[in-house]
């Protein structure tokens, strides 16, 4: 009878340790599945953070273009009105020194 009660103690224990390994193999998979989740959508928004960070990073490049172009511009216009004036005031020193 001992051992009979000794037999079923032990198969009860191994029972309620196979559910218990059970369960916490469930409670594993669980908690790896919601990380591996987690982790793809914060890579997804990292992802999205980087091409808006891209988008405002080509609109700033294409500002200081624009501005570089519109500098050369003016740099040029006045250049050339330097230039003029200064052809103007040599015409003028000419005409001084025919005088």
């Known amino acids: 009878m001992?051992?009979?009660l000794l037999?079923?103690?032990?198969?009860?224990?191994?029972?309620?340790s196979m559910v218990s390994c059970?369960?916490?193999?469930?409670?594993?998979?669980?908690?790896?599945?919601?990380?591996a989740q987690e982790a793809g959508d914060a890579m997804e928004e990292a992802a999205d953070e980087m091409e808006e960070m891209g988008e405002?990073?080509?609109?700033?490049?294409?500002?200081?273009?624009?501005?570089?172009k519109e500098a050369g511009e003016e740099v040029e216009n006045a250049t050339k009105k330097a230039i003029d004036e200064t052809?103007?005031?040599v015409e003028e020193t000419k005409e001084a020194v025919k005088n």
């Not at 079923?8 to 309620?16: D, E, I, P």
Request: aromatic share 2%; glycine share 6%; proline share 0%.
């Open 56 to 68: 405002g990073m080509k609109e700033a490049g294409e500002d200081a273009m624009d501005s570089m």
């Open 87 to 89: 052809k103007k005031a």
């Open 7 to 16: 037999i079923s103690f032990l198969v009860l224990a191994l029972g309620m």
């Open 22 to 35: 059970r369960e916490t193999a469930d409670k594993a998979k669980d908690a790896t599945e919601e990380a």
């Open 2 to 4: 001992k051992k009979v």
